[in-house]
């Protein structure tokens, strides 16, 4: 996996820092992704909003793990990535480019600094850690 740089990690905090109330921020990243496929909103039929927050939140900070080497990140991407396999809940690899996108529309609505290099950093932090969940999908 490919590892971080420094200034993409900064870049990537003090845009989240600038989008402000992680509830409203999330929420409507929540909104945009649950409207961009049905098959994505039926997964999330019966999960409650604060579940999926602490998910996302957790999302972020494993997409830290995922470019870093050690066993202990490594073993919980393991787990979380075969949660999410076709056998569990069937996370298909195209939901991950929808998962991205929807989330660099809400940046663009929140950080009133938005701009494509901001977009470039989101990518960049997010890409190690969907790699690795899309590659789980069929394990
Ligand atoms: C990099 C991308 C993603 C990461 C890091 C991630 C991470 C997580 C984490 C940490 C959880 C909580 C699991 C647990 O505690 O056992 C979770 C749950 C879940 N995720 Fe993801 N996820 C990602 C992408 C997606 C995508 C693209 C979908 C597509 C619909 C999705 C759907 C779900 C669902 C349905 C749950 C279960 C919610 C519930 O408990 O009701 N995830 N995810």
């Known amino acids: 996996m490919d590892r ?4 993409t990690i900064e870049q990537f ?10 509830s409203q921020f999330l929420g409507r990243f929540y909104q945009i992704f649950s409207a961009s496929s049905p098959e994505v909103a039926a997964r999330f039929s019966d999960t ?10 957790t999302s972020f900070y494993m997409a830290m793990l995922a470019s870093d080497q ?4 490594s073993d919980y991407l393991e787990r979380i990535a075969i949660r999410h ?5 069937d996370i298909k690899p195209e939901f991950y480019i929808l998962w991205l996108d929807s989330m660099i529309k809400a940046v663009s ?10 977009e470039q950093a989101w ?17």
Do not use: W
């Open 4 to 7: 971080l740089d420094e200034a």
């Open 13 to 22: 905090h003090d845009s989240l820092d600038r989008c402000g109330s992680t």
């Open 48 to 57: 409650n909003f604060k579940t999926q927050t602490r998910a996302l939140k």
């Open 70 to 73: 050690n066993t202990e990140a």
């Open 85 to 89: 396999n076709h056998k569990q809940l």
């Open 109 to 118: 609505e929140f950080d009133p600094q938005f701009n494509n290099e901001v």
């Open 123 to 139: 990518r960049r932090f997010m890409q190690p850690a969907i790699e690795f969940m899309m590659s789980r999908y069929e394990s």
